[in-house]
């Protein structure tokens, strides 16, 4: 994005009304906030505070700001409480505890998106309920509704209306009433407008285009174009995650300002002038919405990225300033709930940074290097600082890549984008145009996906930072301080230059992790998303591996973070894909041992890619085997025998008895309550210090015999927000009712079991 060098000089006269509507904006987040999360007494102290600041404010100006100030977060907060109740307590939410059949008319307001579960794939949709009838009563109603259907519901298309039969139950979420789940196909009554069959067909040339590309550049580019990332890998993802450039497989206002950036430009070529190009944006806005769907995150995308192109023009700040106010007012009566969204945090402080940070900072680099590599640093550099602590907030972690991979990334994702929506667009009437703009997007995304993977390689993308107050706050000064000194700082060549080498060499030259790991760790039970990584403490460098976690690159970091350099033993207790898909990247760069499998090869497809990574060298353990790997000693207890039953692979996991400085250890797979019980039945008495739940802490347990085992400390590798509940609130209840300290790696993160001599301590990274 770049901003011309007096962007940033509003006149003195405009100063107050660019303050006076961020403010109002400021005042609509805190009402929406107090409408959708504040108790009624805190609504009150509220409304206290005000007629109070009223009577202290001397100044008639200031005090009608106030006034206003507090209209619009009344306005707002009134109508996030309507809308909130309305949802809460309508016909649907009231039916939805009661599992109640109903038959409902409703739009379609999100795309189809499948959702793989261990035994099916679903489609999950949002659709908006117009009519509902149930028990003889019907309802004219206006609910939206989280709909889970069968796989054949994968070619329903957004605006379709149609009338469905299912029953309904409750839902997770604040912003939905109830999830519907559909008996058999939909019964359409009105199809898409040609509008959405338009925007549709336009998304599907987008892949069509790039069909030829190389993998995953090719998924990447519709994700650049309209936040379309439906096939790119979970590895991918977490490369551009940890490398701070997740903002560019959603929409966002990146996006926007590229697409319509370019349609002004190809305007201003054919002779567009004046108030045609305000037509030409806003046609351009309504376009892209269109096209990357009228969901609540594309929208506030829109928004920001039409903030952006405003900040761009003459007075950019004072009108840049004044515009994100309006659009967060704006946003926030569409959409209260996007007041307690990170997505919606991030986007106005990412948009802020831009706006009141980078035209100073541009200028100041400018005294010493081109104008264009000023703004190219700084208007990354603003955008990751003021979004710095939310970040932390989050994930705990703070990015020293960030800035770098998107100042190298920055000039390919405006030719990737903006070539794949010429692809597409060109599809519709010129394949072979089509395919040749294709292409060269695909060339611009594999470059930037190898530029996520460089960046993720480093040996420190990121420092570990904690999420409390203290440590939160205390990064927020920092922040603040830094954006008070950079300007001033970067204005001479020396201390400029020193800036940007001092970020350079902290990312390239190794450093230590202080305290991590601690000394006398024995097991890790690595963060891997939904699914099972852990680690045995073997002696220096080397583990023992139990399960190697989905297809991401979080058990690799995990392992490095540890000092793993060799894996003596790999145990893969089944070939589910979250216990067996990251194998191939953790053994990349390391010595691997034996790998010992379950005796159950399914799925079939995953043992034979099993075979080809190890190359043949594992084997079935035998019942009761022994096995010793340095520190650690290993005795295979189940599956017992005559439970290993084809078409059952969690029952058919290895369970494994570990001992470690003599911490025992039971690592469980997914064992579910058949085995559990032989298990109890086969070993009376079992009494262990750690227990890995089973199964993610699925409800299917046999409560007895985990309880049983006694365990000090219990961990579950689970997902965050995953589709499958876990961990169940019966299964983590009575282990923490009985005095067993309970952790989950979707929350702890990285969960480290210390033996200090005297007792167990847990470390977690989270």
């Given at each position: 994005?770049?901003?011309p060098?007096?962007?940033?000089?509003?006149?003195?006269?405009?100063?107050?009304?660019?303050?006076?509507?961020?403010?109002?904006?400021l005042?609509?987040?805190?009402?929406?906030?107090?409408?959708?999360?504040?108790?009624?007494?805190?609504?009150?102290?509220?409304?206290?505070?005000?007629l109070?600041?009223?009577?202290?404010v001397?100044?008639?100006?200031?005090?009608?700001?106030?006034?206003?100030?507090?209209?619009?977060?009344?306005?707002?907060?009134?109508?996030?409480?309507l809308?909130?109740?309305?949802?809460?307590?309508?016909?649907?939410?009231?039916?939805?505890?009661?599992?109640?059949?109903?038959?409902?008319?409703?739009?379609?307001?999100?795309?189809?998106?499948?959702?793989?579960?261990?035994?099916?794939?679903?489609?999950?949709?949002?659709?908006?309920?117009?009519?509902?009838?149930?028990?003889?009563?019907?309802?004219?109603?206006?609910?939206?509704?989280?709909?889970?259907?069968?796989?054949?519901?994968?070619?329903?298309?957004?605006?379709?209306?149609?009338?469905?039969?299912?029953?309904?139950?409750?839902?997770?979420?604040?912003?939905?009433?109830?999830?519907?789940v559909?008996?058999?196909?939909?019964?359409?009554?009105?199809?898409?407008?040609?509008?959405?069959?338009?925007?549709g067909?336009?998304?599907?040339?987008?892949?069509?285009?790039?069909?030829?590309?190389?993998?995953?550049?090719r998924?990447?580019?519709?994700?650049?174009?309209?936040?379309?990332?439906?096939?790119?890998?979970?590895?991918?993802?977490?490369?551009?995650r940890?490398?701070?450039?997740?903002?560019?497989?959603?929409?966002?206002?990146?996006?926007?300002?590229?697409?319509?950036?370019?349609?002004?430009v190809?305007?201003?070529?054919?002779?567009v002038r004046?108030?045609?190009?305000?037509l030409?944006?806003?046609v351009?806005?309504?376009?892209?919405?269109?096209?990357?769907?009228?969901?609540?995150?594309?929208?506030?995308?829109?928004?920001?990225?039409?903030?952006?192109?405003?900040?761009?023009?003459?007075?950019?700040t004072?009108r840049?300033?004044?515009?994100?106010?309006?659009?967060?007012?704006?946003?926030?009566?569409?959409?209260?709930?996007?007041?307690?969204?990170?997505?919606f945090?991030?986007?106005?402080?990412?948009?802020?940074?831009?706006?009141?940070?980078?035209?100073?900072?541009?200028?100041?680099l400018?005294?010493w290097?081109?104008?264009?590599?000023?703004?190219?640093?700084?208007?990354?550099?603003?955008?990751?600082?003021?979004?710095?602590p939310?970040?932390?907030?989050?994930?705990?972690?703070?990015?020293?890549?960030?800035?770098?991979?998107?100042?190298?990334?920055?000039?390919?994702?405006?030719?990737?984008?903006?070539c794949?929506?010429?692809?597409?667009?060109?599809?519709?009437?010129?394949?072979?145009?089509?395919?040749?703009?294709?292409?060269?997007?695909?060339?611009?995304?594999?470059?930037?996906?190898?530029i996520?993977?460089?960046?993720?390689?480093?040996?420190?993308?990121?420092?570990?930072?904690?999420?409390?107050?203290?440590p939160?706050?205390?990064?927020?000064?920092?922040?603040?301080?830094?954006?008070?000194?950079?300007?001033?700082?970067?204005?001479?060549?020396t201390?400029g230059?020193?800036?940007?080498?001092?970020?350079?060499?902290?990312?390239?030259?190794?450093l230590?992790?202080?305290?991590?790991?601690?000394?006398?760790?024995?097991?890790?039970?690595?963060?891997?998303?939904?699914?099972?990584?852990?680690?045995?403490?073997?002696?220096?460098g080397?583990?023992?591996?139990v399960?190697?976690?989905p297809?991401?690159?979080d058990?690799?970091?995990?392992?490095?973070?540890?000092?793993?350099e060799?894996?003596?033993?790999?145990?893969?207790t089944?070939?589910?894909?979250?216990?067996?898909d990251?194998?191939?990247?953790?053994?990349?760069g390391?010595?691997?041992?034996?790998?010992?499998?379950?005796?159950?090869?399914?799925p079939?497809?995953?043992?034979v890619?099993?075979?080809?990574?190890?190359?043949?060298?594992?084997?079935?353990?035998?019942?009761?085997?022994?096995?010793?790997?340095?520190?650690?000693?290993?005795?295979?207890?189940?599956?017992?025998?005559?439970t290993?039953v084809?078409?059952?692979?969690?029952?058919?996991?290895?369970?494994?008895?570990?001992e470690?400085?003599?911490?025992?250890?039971?690592?469980?797979?997914?064992?579910?309550?058949d085995?559990?019980?032989?298990?109890?039945?086969?070993?009376?008495?079992?009494?262990?210090?750690?227990?890995?739940?089973?199964?993610?802490?699925?409800?299917?347990?046999?409560?007895?015999f985990?309880?049983?085992?006694?365990?000090?400390?219990?961990?579950?590798?689970?997902?965050?927000?995953?589709?499958?509940?876990h961990?169940?609130?019966?299964?983590?209840g009575?282990l923490?009712?009985?005095?067993?300290?309970?952790?989950?790696?979707?929350?702890?993160?990285?969960?480290?079991?210390?033996?200090?001599?005297?007792?167990?301590?847990?470390r977690?990274?989270?």
């Amino acid at each position: 994005m770049s901003l011309p060098l007096d962007a940033a000089r509003p006149a003195d006269d405009d100063i107050a009304a660019d303050l006076r509507m961020p403010a109002a904006g400021l005042a609509a987040w805190v009402g929406g906030l107090g409408g959708l999360l504040a108790p009624v007494p805190a609504v009150l102290g509220a409304v206290a505070l005000t007629l109070v600041a009223l009577r202290l404010v001397g100044s008639a100006r200031l005090r009608r700001s106030v006034v206003a100030w507090f209209l619009v977060a009344l306005a707002v907060g009134s109508c996030a409480w309507l809308r909130d109740l309305a949802v809460r307590e309508g016909p649907a939410a009231e039916l939805a505890p009661t599992r109640a059949a109903v038959e409902v008319r409703m739009t379609v307001t999100s795309d189809p998106r499948p959702v793989q579960g261990q035994f099916a794939t679903s489609i999950t949709m949002r659709a908006d309920v117009t009519r509902l009838t149930s028990r003889g009563t019907s309802y004219e109603v206006h609910t939206p509704v989280l709909v889970i259907a069968e796989e054949s519901w994968s070619e329903v298309e957004l605006g379709t209306t149609m009338v469905v039969s299912g029953r309904l139950g409750p839902a997770d979420g604040h912003d939905v009433a109830a999830v519907l789940v559909p008996w058999g196909g939909p019964t359409v009554v009105e199809p898409p407008s040609m509008m959405w069959h338009g925007a549709g067909a336009v998304r599907r040339s987008i892949r069509t285009s790039v069909a030829a590309g190389p993998s995953p550049a090719r998924d990447l580019v519709p994700a650049l174009v309209d936040g379309d990332d439906q096939g790119l890998p979970e590895q991918v993802k977490e490369e551009f995650r940890v490398s701070g450039l997740t903002h560019l497989l959603a929409v966002s206002g990146t996006n926007l300002t590229l697409v319509v950036g370019f349609l002004l430009v190809v305007g201003r070529w054919c002779g567009v002038r004046g108030r045609w190009q305000y037509l030409l944006g806003a046609v351009g806005i309504i376009g892209f919405v269109l096209l990357a769907r009228t969901e609540p995150s594309v929208v506030r995308a829109a928004a920001m990225g039409t903030v952006a192109l405003i900040g761009m023009g003459t007075n950019g700040t004072g009108r840049g300033v004044r515009a994100m106010g309006v659009a967060v007012v704006g946003l926030l009566l569409l959409d209260p709930w996007l007041a307690t969204t990170v997505g919606f945090a991030l986007s106005v402080l990412a948009t802020s940074g831009i706006l009141l940070l980078s035209p100073a900072w541009s200028r100041a680099l400018a005294h010493w290097m081109p104008l264009w590599m000023a703004q190219a640093l700084a208007v990354p550099t603003a955008a990751q600082l003021a979004c710095t602590p939310v970040v932390a907030a989050i994930s705990g972690q703070v990015s020293l890549v960030a800035v770098l991979a998107n100042l190298a990334a920055g000039p390919l994702v405006a030719p990737a984008t903006v070539c794949g929506l010429l692809g597409g667009l060109a599809g519709l009437v010129w394949g072979s145009a089509g395919r040749t703009c294709g292409w060269v997007a695909c060339q611009c995304a594999r470059a930037i996906i190898a530029i996520a993977d460089r960046a993720a390689g480093t040996s420190l993308p990121a420092v570990e930072w904690g999420t409390g107050w203290l440590p939160l706050a205390l990064l927020t000064v920092l922040c603040l301080a830094l954006a008070l000194v950079l300007g001033p700082l970067l204005t001479r060549r020396t201390p400029g230059i020193a800036c940007v080498t001092v970020m350079v060499v902290v990312v390239l030259v190794p450093l230590p992790s202080p305290g991590w790991p601690p000394d006398g760790w024995v097991m890790a039970v690595c963060s891997v998303g939904q699914g099972d990584g852990i680690a045995l403490n073997a002696g220096p460098g080397r583990a023992v591996l139990v399960d190697a976690g989905p297809e991401s690159a979080d058990l690799d970091h995990c392992l490095d973070r540890l000092g793993v350099e060799e894996l003596s033993l790999v145990v893969l207790t089944h070939f589910h894909a979250d216990h067996v898909d990251g194998l191939a990247e953790v053994m990349s760069g390391r010595r691997v041992g034996e790998v010992l499998v379950s005796a159950l090869p399914e799925p079939a497809a995953r043992a034979v890619a099993v075979q080809a990574e190890t190359a043949g060298r594992t084997r079935v353990p035998a019942y009761g085997e022994v096995v010793q790997v340095g520190a650690v000693r290993l005795q295979v207890i189940g599956p017992v025998p005559g439970t290993v039953v084809a078409d059952d692979p969690n029952n058919s996991s290895l369970v494994v008895l570990a001992e470690v400085h003599g911490v025992s250890i039971l690592l469980t797979g997914d064992v579910e309550p058949d085995g559990q019980s032989r298990l109890a039945a086969a070993h009376p008495g079992l009494r262990v210090d750690v227990l890995k739940i089973p199964h993610h802490g699925s409800r299917f347990q046999d409560m007895e015999f985990l309880l049983g085992l006694h365990p000090a400390v219990a961990i579950a590798s689970v997902g965050a927000d995953n589709d499958y509940g876990h961990p169940a609130a019966s299964t983590m209840g009575p282990l923490r009712d009985s005095g067993t300290k309970v952790f989950r790696t979707d929350r702890d993160g990285d969960v480290l079991v210390v033996d200090d001599g005297d007792q167990l301590r847990v470390r977690a990274r989270g």
